[in-house]
């Protein structure tokens, strides 16, 4: 009988080749990647302190363009620092028609450079604010009866020196039971987040309920509080009304509608039109630039005008200015905050913000 011989495998060195074409090519594909990206980054770090100055060279624009209307007796989110069309005087100086949007992506080095700004006395002085001003605050915010004595007491440990907690506070002693522990600040906020650090601050009550919030309880109708381990449905955000930086003042002209609610005087509620009436009298035709006139006319109680004045002014002097240098399509945002006196502006802080 004759044995046919064995068939020989055939196609399989084609296999191999071809898996071996496959592989060699996704490592060469990988090693460009790599390639590309060191370069990039090489790029970058060569061109980080031309970032640097580019930015710096945006928040000097700031500063100039506040500096020119610095001698105005109030500020306001018509006039140009707020990219609006001009208030008052201003119109006729050397800032007509050079709103913050006409003077963006100003060509400086290899790129450009564009900046905005904030006015941080629209918002609440964090480390100036006294017990009630925290507590209408978190009130108009909507947190629970509960926690308000808790967060204001707390905040105004943390803030203020010394070892003794507040009735509903808390000092170090307790943070240093927590995991992990650490010390109570016992000095001015510097950074807001630092609030998420504080006894009975909560993610949404920094933050704001998020829309899409899906807690197992629904919201509370009737007013009686909350079920247990139930959290309020916040408003607002605490990020939204505070600020480490300001003169502790808040400009009437430029606060929004939620700072001004969270004042005495101007709570939510029945009162909650007072506010939307202030802010279209001070952008009415001619426009209201007097505070004990703008809460007389929206209808504030006169005996609370004089203390609701403790908190107000209609002039800005801190602002946040973000500066966002551009180079070959890469884009680093640096932050600033500065000082206006009179028409004389002062850098006080400066770094990479993104």
């Not at 907690?165 to 927590?178: F, I, M, N, Q």
């Amino acid at each position: 009988m004759k044995i046919p011989p064995a068939k020989k495998p055939r196609g399989f060195a084609v296999i191999i080749a071809l898996v071996a074409v496959t592989v060699l090519t996704l490592l060469a594909g990988a090693f460009a990647y790599a390639m590309k990206v060191e370069t990039r980054l090489a790029a970058n770090t060569n061109n980080d302190e031309e970032f640097y100055w580019m930015a710096r060279g945006g928040v000097e624009k700031a500063c100039w363009q506040l500096a020119q209307e610095g001698n105005q007796p109030f500020s306001s989110k018509k006039q140009y620092w707020a990219d609006g069309p001009g208030d008052g005087p201003e119109t006729n100086t050397i800032l007509a028609d050079r709103s913050i949007s006409a003077m963006s992506d100003i060509p400086i080095g290899q790129g450009t450079v564009s900046f905005t700004l904030n006015e941080l006395e629209e918002k609440i002085n964090v480390n100036t604010a006294d017990s009630q001003l925290l507590q209408q605050v978190l009130t108009a915010q909507g947190a629970d009866p509960n926690a308000i004595s808790v967060v204001s007491d707390s905040i105004l440990d943390w803030i203020q020196p010394g070892d003794n907690p507040r009735p509903a506070g808390a000092k170090s002693e307790y943070y240093l039971g927590l995991v992990p522990s650490y010390y109570a600040k016992s000095a001015p906020i510097d950074v807001l987040e630092e609030l998420l650090l504080i006894k009975g601050v909560t993610t949404n009550m920094y933050y704001g309920t998020p829309p899409d919030d899906n807690t197992p309880y629904p919201e509370h109708q009737l007013g009686f509080g909350h079920r247990p381990n139930q959290e309020a449905n916040y408003k607002f955000g605490l990020h939204d009304i505070f600020t480490p930086f300001s003169t502790g003042k808040i400009n009437l002209l430029t606060a929004d509608e939620k700072t001004l609610e969270c004042l005495p005087g101007l709570g939510a509620g029945s009162e909650s039109t007072i506010a939307d009436k202030i802010i279209s009298l001070r952008d009415s035709d001619p426009p209201i630039r007097n505070i004990g006139e703008l809460l007389t006319q929206a209808g504030v109680d006169p005996q609370a005008i004089g203390q609701m004045s403790t908190y107000l002014d209609i002039r800005g002097s801190t602002y946040e200015v973000h500066a966002t240098a551009t180079i070959g399509g890469i884009a680093h945002e640096y932050t600033a905050i500065v000082c206006r006196t009179g028409a004389t502006v002062q850098v006080y802080n400066f770094y990479r913000s993104k």
